[in-house]
C-alpha cells in the first residue's frame, strides 16, 4: 500500500506535515544506507548476464504489479505489489529483492507530473515507497532466509510452508507498522485502515506469489 499523499487529485491531496516529510525522509536515509552496507559486504552487485535478465524482469514485474490497483478514498493506494515483492525475494534472495523492488517503488510515482500531482507530493511518495518496500522486504526475507527459508524456492511442502506463511505475515505487519506510523504523525484519521478486503488483496496477493515462484 502507498501513501496517502499518493493521489491524482491534488485540490484532494492534503499537504504533508513536516514530521512526516522527517520521517520519510529518515526511513528512506536508514533504509538505503544499511542495504548499501550489506552491498558493500557481500561484493555488491552480480554483473552475470543471467543475474541482469532476472533483475530487468522482476524491475518491470514490479512496476507492473505496482499499476494494477485501486485508489482508496482516505488510506492511499493499494496494488498488487506484493506478488513481485515476494517472488523476488524466493528467487533472489532478500538483498537483492529490496534493492529491485525499492527501486520501483521509487520510479512508480513520478509518471503522476504528468497528471498534475505537485513534484514535492510526487517526491514525497516515491521515497516514502521506496523506504518502506525496501526496508520490509530486507527484514522479513532476512527473517526468512534465517529460518531456513529455500532460496531459491524450487518446491512446496513440508516445513517450507510454515516459514513462507510467517513471510507473508511479517511482511503485512511491517507494511502496517510503517504506514501506522505515518499516519499518526500526520495526524491523519485510520477509518477503514484495518479492512479485510485489503487484507485479503495484499496476503492473497503474496500467496500468489508463492504458487508461482517455483515454476
Same mark, same amino acid.
Given at each position: 500500500?502507498? =501513501?496517502?499523499?499518493?493521489?491524482a487529485?491534488?485540490?484532494k491531496? =492534503?499537504?504533508?506535515s513536516?514530521?512526516?516529510?522527517?520521517y520519510?525522509?529518515?526511513?528512506?536515509t536508514?533504509?538505503?544506507?544499511?542495504?548499501?552496507?550489506?552491498?558493500v559486504?557481500?561484493?555488491?552487485?552480480?554483473?552475470?548476464?543471467?543475474?541482469?535478465?532476472?533483475?530487468?524482469?522482476?524491475l518491470a514485474?514490479?512496476?507492473?504489479?505496482?499499476?494494477v490497483?485501486?485508489?482508496?478514498?482516505?488510506?492511499?493506494?493499494?496494488?498488487?505489489?506484493?506478488?513481485?515483492?515476494?517472488?523476488?525475494?524466493?528467487?533472489?534472495?532478500?538483498?537483492?529483492?529490496?534493492?529491485?523492488?525499492?527501486?520501483?517503488?521509487?520510479?512508480?510515482?513520478?509518471?503522476?507530473?504528468?497528471?498534475?500531482? =505537485?513534484?514535492?507530493?510526487?517526491?514525497?511518495?516515491a521515497?516514502?515507497?521506496s523506504?518502506?518496500?525496501?526496508?520490509?522486504?530486507?527484514?522479513?526475507?532476512?527473517?526468512?532466509?534465517?529460518?531456513?527459508g529455500?532460496?531459491p524456492?524450487?518446491?512446496l511442502?513440508?516445513s517450507?510452508?510454515?516459514?513462507l506463511?510467517?513471510?507473508?505475515?511479517?511482511?503485512?505487519?511491517?507494511?502496517?507498522?510503517?504506514?501506522?506510523?505515518?499516519?499518526?504523525?500526520?495526524?491523519?484519521?485510520?477509518?477503514?485502515?484495518?479492512?479485510?478486503?485489503?487484507?485479503?488483496?495484499?496476503?492473497?496477493?503474496?500467496?500468489?506469489a508463492v504458487?508461482?515462484?517455483?515454476?
Open positions: 500500500m502507498d =501513501p496517502p499523499a499518493d493521489t487529485a491534488p485540490p491531496n =492534503p499537504k504533508c513536516g514530521r512526516e516529510r522527517s520519510v525522509i529518515t526511513l528512506f536508514l533504509t538505503w544506507a544499511a542495504i548499501a552496507a550489506l552491498l559486504q557481500s561484493g555488491g552487485l552480480p554483473t552475470g548476464s543471467d543475474w541482469l535478465v532476472s533483475a530487468a524482469f522482476f514485474y514490479g512496476l507492473f504489479t505496482i499499476s490497483g485501486y485508489q482508496h478514498p482516505h488510506l492511499g493506494y493499494y496494488s498488487f505489489d506484493r506478488v513481485a515483492q515476494v517472488a523476488s525475494i524466493l528467487v533472489l534472495g532478500p538483498l537483492h529483492a529490496a534493492v529491485i523492488n525499492g527501486l520501483a517503488s521509487f520510479l512508480y510515482p513520478w509518471h503522476r507530473l504528468l497528471k498534475g500531482v =505537485p513534484a514535492r507530493e510526487v517526491a514525497f511518495a521515497l516514502n515507497n523506504g518502506l518496500m525496501a526496508a520490509i522486504i530486507l527484514l522479513s526475507g532476512s527473517l526468512y532466509a534465517a529460518l531456513g529455500a532460496i524456492l524450487t518446491s511442502g513440508g517450507s510452508l510454515a516459514t506463511i510467517l513471510l507473508l505475515l511479517v511482511l503485512q505487519l511491517l507494511n502496517d507498522a510503517g504506514m501506522l506510523a505515518l499516519l499518526k504523525l500526520g495526524r491523519r484519521s485510520l477509518k477503514g485502515f484495518f479492512n479485510g478486503f485489503s487484507y485479503a488483496l495484499e496476503l492473497g496477493s503474496g500467496a500468489t504458487l508461482v515462484a517455483p515454476s
